[in-house]
């Protein structure tokens, strides 16, 4: 599963994709996670506030840290 954290690096991006790591792992599933942090290709793809996640290609949310609920029902 491909995961994608768009934003320039900030302490939310890191945190999205700390929690996003961590409900893998208690879900026992493999991601792939890809920092994008290339400004014309978080505009490109549609990112207007950061940080965003991208699942699979999908747009799954944008300008905020989503709850760990939100991440288990994405990844399940």
Sequence with gaps: MKVEVLGRG???CH???????????RLGLEV???HVTDLNEIVERGVM???AVF???????????PTEAEIRSWLT
């Design 32 to 34: 792939d996670i890809v």
């Design 55 to 65: 699942l699979d290609g999908d747009k799954k949310c944008e300008g905020r840290v």
């Design 10 to 12: 900030c302490p939310k």
């Design 15 to 25: 945190k999205m994709a700390d929690s996003i790591r961590g409900v893998a792992s």
């Design 49 to 51: 506030l950061t940080p």
